[in-house]
């Protein structure tokens, strides 16, 4: 059998590091692909970076972050 090509994101298009499972797999992050679910949402395919602030959101609050006291 011959070994597959390196696997590209499809959002941007990086080369996916070999021998990594990514759980974000065929993309190289969650942004990506947030990216092309929004396509799909959005049906337009000419968005490019534009990413609903509610899906991209890390709550500060929400996280056991330390405080300074
Ligand atoms: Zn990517």
Redesign the pocket.
Known sequence: MHKPSTHR?R????PLPEGVNSPFSP???K??RMVDLGRWFSGDYAISEEIPSDVEEDDPFSEADPRPE
Do not use: P
């Open positions: 994101c959002t941007c298009g990086i993309f190289c992050s942004r990506c």
